[in-house]
């Protein structure tokens, strides 16, 4: 949920967070064009790599909303 003064962001319909605009009187990065990315990281650390014993992984989205 996005409006002049903060921006908040929901999974499946839980607040998970909430950004401020902290000063009215200066131009806030959310009054540009915003874009989303969903990711889907596999694997633990940088040493460790992906498990082996991983062999199928599905990443579905059924929709985004943007509210303003």
Do not use: M
């Not at 499946?12 to 889907?40: G, S």
């Amino acid at each position: 949920v996005w409006d002049e003064d903060k921006c908040a962001f929901y999974l499946d319909n839980v607040k998970t967070f909430e950004v401020h605009r902290a000063d009215k009187t200066k131009p806030w990065d959310l009054e540009n064009p915003q874009y989303f990315k969903l990711n889907l990281a596999i694997g633990g650390s940088v040493f460790d790599g992906v498990d082996p014993n991983l062999q199928k992984v599905e990443f579905v989205v059924d929709y985004v909303r943007i509210y303003q």
